[in-house]
Every structure is written in structure tokens, then in C-alpha cells.
């Protein structure tokens, strides 16, 4: 499985230096973070609507489609920041054997919650 990360990531990171009109997801990478997040935020939007869909219809096909765009899109988030996805592949290793609520509980604690 990280195979097809790390192959997407060197991708996206030899994307970077590219022309605009070259590749999507270097037109991406010129307009900036913020239209990167934004189409985070669109993809998690239709990722969600497509799970409350398959959730009633039992059709998968469409969450498995709009959960990939939500993770290359975060992909290309990180990328952008510099990041490569085994920093998240090992946040989740880290994360074995945690309870859920010991690793909530050992977070800083938020305000708005």
C-alpha cells in the first residue's frame, strides 16, 4: 500500500517545478494553499454525501471514488507543505495500541470543544 503513496507522492513533489498548463495539479500548486484547501474541503463534502448515499443505496462505488479525490487532494495539501505522507503513516503506527480516548485525553486541550 505505501508503495502507490510514495510513487504519487514523488509525483506531486516532481510537479512542483512544472509549467501551470502542464498538469493539474500543478495549476494547483500555482493558485496556492488556499484553493488546495478548498478542494479539500469540496472532496471531504462529497465524500460525505456519497458515504450517506451507499449507506442507503449499498452502492460503494461512488465513496470509494470520492474518498480517493479527498485523499490526493490531501495529498497534494501536504506536498505543498512540504510533507510527505509517511509523516501520516507514522502518526498512524504510533497510534497502535493507543486507546482513542488515552490519545484524545493526551492532547492539548481545546477550548472550543
Known amino acids: 500500500m505505501s508503495d502507490t503513496l510514495t510513487r504519487l507522492a514523488e509525483v506531486l513533489e516532481a510537479r512542483k517545478g512544472a509549467a501551470p498548463d502542464s498538469s493539474y495539479v500543478a495549476s494547483l500548486y500555482h493558485k496556492g494553499l488556499n484553493k488546495i484547501l478548498e478542494k479539500v474541503g469540496e472532496e471531504s463534502i462529497e465524500t460525505i454525501i456519497a458515504a450517506k448515499d451507499a449507506a442507503v443505496s449499498g452502492d ?16 497534494v495539501m501536504l ?10 503513516l ?6 497502535f495500541g493507543l486507546s482513542g480516548h488515552a490519545e484524545k485525553a ?3 486541550p481545546d477550548l472550543t470543544e
Open 79 to 88: 506536498a505543498s507543505l512540504g510533507q510527505h505522507p509517511q509523516a501520516v
Open 60 to 75: 460503494y462505488s461512488d465513496v470509494i471514488y470520492e474518498t480517493a479525490d479527498l485523499w490526493f487532494h490531501s495529498l
Open 90 to 95: 507514522d502518526e498512524l503506527d504510533r497510534r
Open 106 to 108: 493526551a492532547r492539548k
